[in-house]
């Protein structure tokens, strides 16, 4: 399918499949993964998603990209080392959005948590506890190992107690040591989620991947997919149906077979974080992360984001995935957190710009710490039975990190079960606007030759190439040809520039523009004015009524006020600039 085509010829697509090979439900990164890899491989697979790509869970990451230390101490060691291995990889395949990120432990003893370490590594305790500076220094010795052999990350640091004051005066007396080691951390994830189904649609014309279509019922051969949109229905009959439906994979497997008891997979917790503004904090870290375990045990982030600091998370068990928030209390926890190891810094809820939360799609577990839970990644195969004709392959677990292997260990199972063969490998394949991407050392140079090609300003250019990586060149090329004007109420984004990632991106809803194909929302830029000036926009573009306009508009602003905290947006604060706009 062309990346260009519209909402109703890719319906018309579907329209023409009654039976596919593979049908791959939910649009997160590990479903999206898998679309690509049996894409690459020329399989005509179908992918849906009942809301937007990487809505849920896959939007909601802690925005790095790591090896996952602390699993050395569950003896997770295959896990740090695919991790670190992908982590490498997504640094070269995808470095428009993915960077080196020096990250800095922060330690108030020399030996301690060496016999807790050794106790959960036997499996003989859940219980946290500090870590002292001997024992991440022989974890981090391990990280340095894994990273010598695939990629080329300077090695680990441990410093004294003057050198860690020299560098942090901020931090808490009880700090006595410091670790520093480099990880990496993502720019736009929900971006890079879709680069890869546009990429797996350019390697096989007809691999089909339609967001808004859910899957409504089945009756053991068949499949009913129902346009959210629309309310049209499809009938498809799979060979395999691949359920990557996260933390909704049990919910989905009852709907397919309701009368079949099957094990609960999914024991998803809840992770929240925060967007600060706050200067003072993003000063002290000067580019680098605080990886740091709070006065209980659970390890916590912050880093610089955009200009803002990026603060989190939590680790809640929830079942019901539909309804989750960051909550009051959760705010409260995250920022106490911080204070444990900044102990001076004042976070007032003004300088809150931004929530948002997501459940982690981790295995079934009877662990009683959420921490000790594993991060890895599984395939559970429910073969053809009296309740489905077709394989059901379920994707359980994993994390942002090592998407790229989930998906392609998921598409080798997937090619066994219906005859196929590999034919290609991803493992150093570019992604999206990270193909021709040159090195850090060449963009200079680059940008400036586009910037005479293209006979525009040098800064609007780089300005681009940061958002879209290589992706950017036929914006470049539009405005060039059409010119372009910026955006009344942001200066910094244009209608050129907002339509061609409507047209060219499977936008169907005001949210998928400001939270997903922009930073908008997160880097907390949106006011009223914007999203009515951004509303007639998408109303243009995708021939909307007035009527739908404005139900758009406070539909999404209800959202953005209750999943995301923009409590200046929620309707009832919002009417008279939504009666205004419904009476033009």
């Known amino acids: 399918m062309e990346n260009n085509a519209t909402r109703e010829q890719r319906l018309s697509a579907l329209r023409q499949r009654t039976t596919t090979p593979v049908l791959i439900v939910g649009g997160g990164i590990n479903g999206i993964s898998t679309f690509r890899e049996l894409a690459l491989q020329g399989i005509p697979v179908i992918l849906v998603e009942k809301g937007d790509w990487c809505q849920a869970a896959s939007g909601a990451l802690s925005r790095m990209i790591h090896g996952g230390l602390r699993y050395l101490e569950t003896g997770e060691f295959t896990l740090v080392k695919e991790s670190v291995t992908e982590r490498d990889r997504l640094l070269k395949n995808a470095s428009h959005y993915v960077f080196p990120l020096r990250t800095t432990v922060p330690i108030d003893n020399l030996g301690g948590g060496l016999i807790n370490a050794t106790r959960r590594f036997l499996r003989l305790s859940d219980k946290p506890a500090r870590r002292g500076a001997l024992l991440i220094k022989t974890g981090l010795s391990l990280y340095d190992i894994y990273t010598r052999q695939y990629g080329s990350m300077p090695k680990h640091q441990v410093r004294g107690e003057t050198a860690t004051r020299d560098r942090w005066p901020g931090f808490a007396p009880w700090v006595k040591y410091s670790a520093s080691y480099y990880d990496a951390w993502i720019s736009a994830p929900e971006r890079l989620g879709y680069e890869l189904i546009e990429d797996a649609e350019c390697a096989c014309s007809d691999a089909l991947a339609l967001n808004y279509m859910e899957l409504v019922s089945a009756d053991g051969e068949s499949v009913t997919l129902q346009d959210v949109l629309s309310g049209e229905r499809f009938t498809l009959q799979p060979h395999v149906l691949v359920n990557a439906g996260g933390a909704w994979i049990d919910q989905l497997n009852q709907r397919l077979a309701p009368r079949e008891k099957s094990a609960k997979l999914i024991g998803g917790t809840k992770g929240s974080h925060l967007i600060l503004d706050h200067p003072e904090l993003l000063q002290m870290l000067d580019g680098e992360m605080v990886y740091f375990e709070n006065q209980e045990g659970r390890v916590c982030i912050m880093f610089p984001w955009f200009g803002k600091v990026l603060l989190g998370s939590t680790d809640i068990r929830v079942d019901d995935p539909d309804s989750v928030v960051c909550e009051e209390e959760e705010k409260a926890y995250i920022l106490e957190s911080l204070r444990f190891v900044f102990p001076d810094v004042v976070v007032p809820e003004s300088a809150i710009l931004y929530t948002f939360c997501g459940v982690r799609p981790l295995p079934a577990s009877d662990a009683k710490v959420n921490g000790q839970i594993s991060r890895n990644h599984s395939l559970v195969l429910l073969p053809p039975d009296a309740a489905h004709a077709y394989s059901l392959l379920c994707l359980v677990g994993g994390k942002w990190t090592t998407f790229r292997q989930f998906g392609a260990e998921a598409a080798d199972r997937v090619l066994r079960l219906i005859g196929e063969k590999r034919r290609l490998s991803s493992d150093d394949l570019p992604i999206g606007g990270g193909r021709d991407f040159p090195k850090p050392s060449e963009q200079p140079h680059w940008l400036n030759q586009l910037a005479q090609q293209y006979a525009?300003?040098?800064?609007?250019?780089?300005?681009?190439?940061?958002?879209?990586?290589?992706?950017?060149?036929?914006?470049?090329?539009?405005?060039?040809?059409?010119?372009?004007?910026?955006?009344?109420?942001?200066?910094?984004?244009?209608?050129?520039?907002?339509?061609?990632?409507?047209?060219?991106?499977?936008?169907?809803?005001?949210?998928?523009?400001?939270?997903?194909?922009?930073?908008?929302?997160?880097?907390?830029?949106?006011?009223?004015?914007?999203?009515?000036?951004?509303?007639?926009?998408?109303?243009?573009?995708?021939?909307?009524?007035?009527?739908?306009?404005v139900q758009h508009l406070q539909r999404s602003c209800a959202n953005l006020a209750r999943w995301h905290g923009l409590k200046d947006l929620d309707p009832t604060v919002f009417q008279e600039e939504i009666h205004h706009v419904s009476h033009q």
């Open 456 to 549: 525009l300003p040098l800064a609007r250019v780089t300005q681009l190439v940061k958002r879209y990586g290589s992706r950017a060149l036929p914006i470049l090329q539009g405005i060039q040809q059409q010119g372009e004007q910026p955006l009344q109420h942001h200066q910094a984004y244009s209608a050129l520039e907002l339509r061609y990632l409507i047209e060219h991106e499977q936008v169907r809803q005001l949210e998928d523009l400001l939270v997903r194909r922009t930073s908008l929302a997160i880097c907390g830029e949106l006011t009223p004015l914007l999203i009515e000036e951004i509303s007639h926009l998408l109303a243009t573009t995708l021939g909307w009524s007035e009527l739908q306009r």
